[in-house]
């Protein structure tokens, strides 16, 4: 990718809002972020959040993270992303689940949210749906030993059709993808030769594409039409470098992606665009 950006700072650059440390924080403005109320969690990580609708289409904001009081995920919801539900376990009290939930997204077109994430003491990978953001299934036929997943998108294939896309590694560090058409049923786990693992994916239906951004051990950049048959894209990044997000404005016609890479004794934030998810 040509049009290059180097950050030099000590943190994670990230492409969309995040509730960190436990804490909210709410924006009118691309710059200006005020701390929600009463949004402190103590002993609470939040890591991952969505937006979305339930059964009587309001919005409904979703975040993901865990408990380390409990030792159990949890999620809380908002309608107005001030006032937010008491963190709970999505599955029982009885039988909580320990999943890390590293992305989820919403499909207007399908009426469902779907998570992905990996299991904190197993080497599993989850998916877990819902039609109304409260009451969630963890996908019993979806788990899959040895491969984690790390992101989650809804774009469209080369007929048209509404997919689902999740991306992660294997246990050995390869990227993996899989899709599925409904939320429900998915395809069996593809890894992409020569990619490292993955972090993130993102779709724009003005150039058909997926995107998805890794790093660390390998490639970096792989684009798919189809979510399953992947080609991997050079980067000026060296071996090492590892994009963690990547999102993509239709207003601008511009993919973007936020990274980071080390070099002793220093974290270097990075930035990188494409017109195209190729170049």
């Known amino acids: 990718m040509t049009k290059h950006i180097y950050k030099h700072i000590y943190s994670f650059l990230l492409a969309a809002a995040f509730l960190f440390g436990g804490a909210g924080i709410l924006s009118a403005q691309e710059i200006e972020w005020s701390k929600v109320p009463n949004s402190f969690s103590y002993d609470i990580r939040w890591g991952s959040i969505t937006h979305g609708y339930n059964n009587l289409g309001q919005d409904l904001f979703i975040v993901f993270g865990y408990d380390s009081e409990h030792d159990q995920d949890v999620i809380s919801t908002s309608k107005d992303g001030l006032n937010w539900t008491t963190p709970l376990n999505p599955q029982s009290e009885e039988d909580p689940s320990q999943v890390s939930w590293g992305s989820a997204i919403y499909s207007k077109e399908k009426g469902l949210f ?50 689902f896309v999740a991306v992660g590694r294997t246990s050995g560090d390869s990227g993996v993808s899989m899709t599925s058409t409904n939320g429900i049923a998915w395809s069996d786990p593809q890894v992409i030769e020569g990619q490292a693992e993955l972090f993130s994916v993102t779709y724009s239906k003005e150039k058909g594409l997926f995107v998805a951004a890794g790093g660390y051990s390998g490639n970096q950049i792989s684009t798919s039409n189809d979510g399953l048959n992947w080609e991997i894209q050079e980067t000026p990044e060296p071996f090492g470098s590892a994009w963690m997000s990547v999102t993509y404005s239709k207003e601008k016609g511009l993919f973007v992606a936020v990274g980071y890479r080390y070099s002793n004794p220093t974290f270097y934030g990075m930035v990188m665009t494409s017109e195209d998810g190729k170049n």
């Open 114 to 163: 779907v998570a992905v994430g990996k299991g904190y003491y197993d080497q599993t990978g989850y998916v877990m749906t819902s039609e109304d953001g409260e009451s969630w299934l963890i996908n019993e036929d979806a788990k899959t030993e040895n491969i984690y997943w790390s992101s989650v998108t809804y774009g469209y294939d080369d007929d048209g059709d509404g997919l």
